[in-house]
């Protein structure tokens, strides 16, 4: 037994058993203050770790949420761009459509048929007729268009907001993990640490 330095820096321990000598009032070896800190060191990197991956996490979702609202936007101008489109297209086609007119009328004119009455007037309410319906064709192509621009990126935004809730979720379990395990650290530390007084 010594009551000097023995292993260069314990004071009044048992050299032999490596235990607080009687009557000196005990304390930590090297090995058991190194056991206790590093049980401290390993609950704190737990929750450090458990925190930045779930802020990390966390951080993704909200740029696929910002993502997902930019492409429903787009979608959006995309639709209306279809819808404007058409409406060129239609105001081009009528004109196409008065300009044949004006030439039957004029034509049958030469040739002093009436123009309001029989294969005259025939032949312009044909031209008027295939005139409407290229309209609403072109109409309802721009619609589907616009439509299908609209239910891609509602489509898009709900997957991206299930994933998003899935993502948080699991940022959330990460944490909770983290902190168990941190909390399992120190209780490991305390015990470590009782059992040296």
Same mark, same amino acid.
């Given at each position: 037994?010594?009551?000097?330095?023995?292993?260069?820096?314990?004071?009044?321990?048992?050299?032999?058993?490596?235990?607080?000598?009687?009557?000196?009032?005990?304390?930590?070896?090297?090995?058991?203050?190194?056991? !206790?800190?590093?049980?401290?060191?390993? =609950?704190?990197?737990? *929750? /450090? #770790?458990?925190? @930045?991956?779930?802020? $990390?996490?966390?951080?993704?979702?909200?740029?696929?949420?910002?993502?997902?609202?930019?492409?429903?936007?787009?979608?959006?101008?995309?639709?209306?761009?279809?819808?404007?489109?058409?409406?060129?297209? !239609?105001?081009?086609?009528?004109?196409? =459509?008065?300009?044949? *007119? /004006? #030439?039957?009328? @004029?034509?049958?004119? $030469?040739?002093?048929?009436?123009?309001?009455?029989?294969?005259?007037?025939?032949?312009?309410?044909?031209?008027?007729?295939?005139?409407?319906?290229?309209?609403?064709?072109?109409?309802?192509?721009?619609?589907?268009?616009?439509?299908?621009?609209?239910?891609?990126?509602?489509? /898009?935004?709900?997957?991206?907001?299930?994933?998003?809730?899935?993502?948080?979720?699991?940022?959330?379990?990460?944490?909770?993990?983290?902190?168990?395990?941190?909390?399992?650290?120190?209780?490991?530390?305390?015990?470590?640490?009782?059992?040296?007084?």
């Amino acid at each position: 037994m010594s009551y000097g330095y023995s292993n260069g820096w314990q004071v009044g321990m048992d050299t032999t058993i490596n235990k607080p000598a009687a009557g000196t009032g005990g304390g930590l070896s090297f090995d058991q203050g190194v056991a !206790v800190s590093m049980g401290a060191l390993s =609950a704190l990197a737990s *929750i /450090g #770790s458990a925190y @930045a991956q779930s802020q $990390a996490m966390r951080a993704k979702a909200s740029f696929d949420d910002k993502m997902a609202e930019i492409n429903m936007r787009f979608s959006d101008l995309r639709g209306a761009d279809a819808l404007a489109r058409a409406e060129k297209d !239609v105001r081009r086609r009528r004109v196409e =459509a008065k300009k044949t *007119i /004006g #030439s039957q009328r @004029a034509s049958f004119g $030469a040739q002093g048929i009436a123009l309001n009455d029989g294969t005259a007037l025939e032949a312009q309410e044909e031209t008027a007729a295939f005139a409407a319906s290229d309209v609403l064709t072109i109409r309802n192509n721009a619609w589907r268009e616009a439509w299908g621009y609209k239910v891609a990126a509602f489509t /898009g935004q709900t997957a991206t907001m299930m994933e998003s809730s899935g993502i948080r979720f699991s940022a959330g379990q990460t944490l909770l993990t983290g902190g168990i395990n941190a909390a399992r650290d120190i209780a490991s530390a305390a015990r470590e640490y009782r059992r040296t007084r």
